[in-house]
């Protein structure tokens, strides 16, 4: 069973450009970049694949130190015509085993250009540390991430249902079935084998290896992120303890009642973030574009896939009996997923979100997500509740230079013409909780219609 990907299209614009560089495919373990290559590589008339795990296919870049020798053997090894090679697909897997394949990369471009080259591998920000002349300016980028709600929508065959949740205004005759739909996604979250034997069994029961098997392997990864026992031991202590802090904002200093300090803590932290597993997602104080992080403030967490910290929370089956998601884990579960549908629309560069605060004496506080779009940025709140209760976004809104705002809950698509506390007139975009990859779309939406 083959998922279809968002990024395909990304890929065949690549295919066709007149500029094309050697791609690097980055992300996470097992978020699926091998098979959507492989799956790629149908459209071509040959095929090489390389996985330098392997000693017999990293061999050619031990043994060779030019492009045009490496290509030559990998053709007579292929029964590939030389002729041919315009035609031809170079799929390097697992490339961060091979700094010196990185570094190669750059001579694909400069001296065959006829050839397509993907190369995809995880942990690459620590293999890139060890390339000692990195390819700036000769090499694409692409990231893949967990299935998103638009891609889940597609692999369950549900096609026409896709249809409304990517046009807006959403018809309130799908609200009911994209409801339904999403409460399975936000529980099982959107790593592909997991979507996969969800799809073939129905049951949550048939799902704890596969999660087990996922984080583990993450865990086992520790070795290759680190560079000191001791900070193997702090990450592991990470790993085990910060799903348990998906609702508040952390603080380094003997994380997860540990003796840890805090440069350990926040250095391990880091390194987590370069694997892509999780992510410090900081606050910022700006109301205007750029956003700018404030590094000196306490961050959030998030984690590469919300299924996977649903798991190891223990809360699915807690999930399974709830009408409004908003209620699982203290209220941080759809937060968290919202901002991972943000991230996983992305796949050309990799942003990173920011929560907006304001903390002064007596008048504190804090907007879930920010949005810049067309030089400004529209704050969104991610809760249940009437509009009177979004003391924060109101505070944002009053200092702002704009009328927009968006709310993000359990209910249906509405817009309402609303007042902050201090009497200042805005327009509410009520949007439901399932169309996270959709906010460009809607952002757009609102800022055309008057106040």
């Known amino acids: 069973m083959e998922f279809k990907r968002a990024l395909e299209i990304q890929l065949e614009k690549w295919k066709k450009s007149d500029d094309r560089k050697p791609l690097i495919i980055r992300g996470a373990r097992q978020v699926g970049k091998t098979t959507l290559i492989k799956d790629f590589a149908k459209n071509y008339k040959h095929v090489i694949v390389l996985n330098l795990e392997k000693p017999n296919d990293r061999r050619y870049f031990d043994d060779f130190d030019d492009v045009q020798t490496i290509i030559e053997a990998l053709s007579l090894a292929n029964g590939i015509p030389s002729s041919a090679i315009s035609e031809t697909l170079l799929f390097i897997d697992e490339i961060q085993e091979s700094p010196k394949a990185i570094q190669l990369l750059r001579y694909f471009y400069e001296e065959i250009p006829q050839l397509h080259v993907i190369s995809a591998g995880s942990l690459l ?15 694409e980028f692409m990231y893949l991430h967990p299935l998103n709600f638009t891609e889940y929508l597609e692999a369950i065959g549900k096609q026409e249902l896709l249809k409304h949740l990517i046009t807006a205004p959403v018809k309130p005759i799908a609200h009911t079935l994209l409801m339904e739909a999403f409460h399975r996604y936000a529980i099982i979250g959107g790593m592909p084998e997991v979507v996969k ?6 049951s949550l029961a048939d799902l704890p290896g596969i999660y087990e098997s996922i984080w583990g392997t993450y865990k086992n990864d520790v070795e290759k992120y680190t560079s000191s026992d001791t900070e193997r031991k702090v990450i592991k202590h990470l790993m085990d303890t910060s799903p348990l802090f998906l609702d508040e904002r952390v603080k380094f200093q003997g994380f997860g009642n540990s003796n840890y300090k ?26 205007t574009p750029p956003l700018k992080a404030d590094l000196k403030k306490s961050p959030r967490l998030q984690f590469l896939d919300t299924g996977l910290i649903n798991y190891t929370l223990g809360i699915q089956a807690q999930m399974l009996a709830m009408n409004d998601l908003n209620n699982a884990y203290k209220g941080a579960v759809i937060p968290h997923l919202v901002i991972q549908e943000l991230i996983s629309i992305y796949n050309t560069t990799a942003p990173t979100p920011n929560f907006w605060v304001r903390e002064k004496a007596q008048s504190s506080a804090e907007v879930d997500l920010l ?11 991610i809760k249940s509740g009437s509009t009177g209760s979004l003391k924060s976004l109101h505070q944002f809104i009053e200092a702002s230079d704009h009328p927009y705002a968006i709310r993000m809950y359990a209910g249906s698509f509405s817009i309402e013409r609303a007042v902050t506390r201090g009497k200042k007139p ?13 906010l460009p779309l809607y952002a757009e939406w609102l800022t055309t219609q008057r106040l």
Not at 197 to 202: E, F, L, P, V
Not at 263 to 286: Q, S, W
Not at 426 to 438: F, Q, V
């Open 426 to 438: 805005y327009l509410l975009l009520n949007l439901p909780y399932y169309l996270g990859t959709s």
């Open 125 to 139: 920000e620590f293999a890139i540390r060890k390339v000692q002349s990195f390819p700036v300016g000769r090499v």
């Open 262 to 287: 805090s440069r350990e803590v926040g250095e391990a932290f880091r390194t987590l973030n370069d694997a892509k597993i999780i992510r410090l997602i900081y606050p910022t104080t700006d109301l």
């Open 197 to 202: 034997r969800d799809i073939q069994t129905k």
């Open 371 to 381: 949005y810049p779009h067309r030089g400004i940025v529209i704050p969104i709140e």
